[in-house]
């Protein structure tokens, strides 16, 4: 983080190198202005005939930045087996977040998707969550809670086990026959 704004005068302008290969790239080293994660140590930066821009660069602080006007790309992979792993993002003591800012969605396209975290896994809609399968939704939990209701996921939408094994009997069609006893010995 920077740690005050230096004057023009504190400002060590002698190091700063910028090469210039043409009016559209630059290489600019040691720039002494702070911005927000200290000097620059380096900045990459190239600008289209439309004045799309980009910069790729690395400031004091180690914070590491690529910005882009369009959209950006990453392939790899082309010549490696069909197990390996081409693409690897990891972060070694912090959190990933991906975000999709305005109308924008994420999407995940694959033969198969694995999430697998060593506690939780938290799915938050402002509206909706559809599960959809071509053949099986799977359910495997010691319990399992549904709209506040607590238990076991079969008789929360089945019934105890001793509706299923009278269901369509005298016994649970008339009320005055040990309905109650019934139900609590299950």
């Given at each position: 983080m920077a740690e005050r704004l230096k004057t023009n005068s504190e400002q060590n302008w002698e190091n700063r190198d910028i090469m210039s290969l043409g009016p559209q790239w630059r290489l600019d080293t040691n720039n002494p202005q702070i911005g927000v994660d200290g000097e620059n140590v380096y900045n990459l930066y190239g600008v289209t005939k439309n004045d799309?821009?980009?910069?790729?660069?690395?400031?004091?602080?180690?914070?590491?930045?690529?910005?882009?006007?369009?959209?950006?790309?990453?392939?790899?992979?082309?010549?490696?087996?069909?197990?390996?792993?081409?693409?690897a993002l990891n972060a070694l003591k912090g959190n990933i977040t991906i975000t999709a800012l305005g109308n924008g969605s994420?999407?995940?396209?694959?033969r198969n998707i694995v999430l697998d975290?060593?506690?939780?896994?938290?799915?938050?809609?402002?509206?909706?969550?559809?599960?959809?399968?071509?053949?099986?939704?799977?359910?495997?939990?010691?319990?399992?809670?549904?709209?506040?209701?607590?238990?076991n996921l079969v008789d929360s939408v089945l019934?105890?086990?001793?509706?299923?094994?009278?269901?369509?009997?005298?016994?649970?069609?008339?009320?005055?026959?040990?309905?109650?006893?019934?139900?609590?010995l299950f």
């Open positions: 799309d821009q980009c910069t790729l660069g690395l400031t004091e602080g180690g914070h590491f930045r690529i910005l882009n006007d369009r959209d950006v790309e990453i392939t790899a992979g082309n010549k490696s087996e069909e197990e390996e792993v081409d693409i994420v999407q995940i396209k694959a975290a060593a506690e939780d896994i938290d799915l938050k809609a402002g509206r909706n969550i559809t599960l959809t399968a071509g053949q099986v939704i799977r359910l495997d939990a010691m319990k399992i809670e549904i709209a506040g209701v607590l238990g019934g105890s086990f001793g509706n299923q094994v009278f269901s369509g009997t005298p016994v649970l069609e008339s009320v005055n026959i040990g309905t109650d006893i019934i139900e609590d």
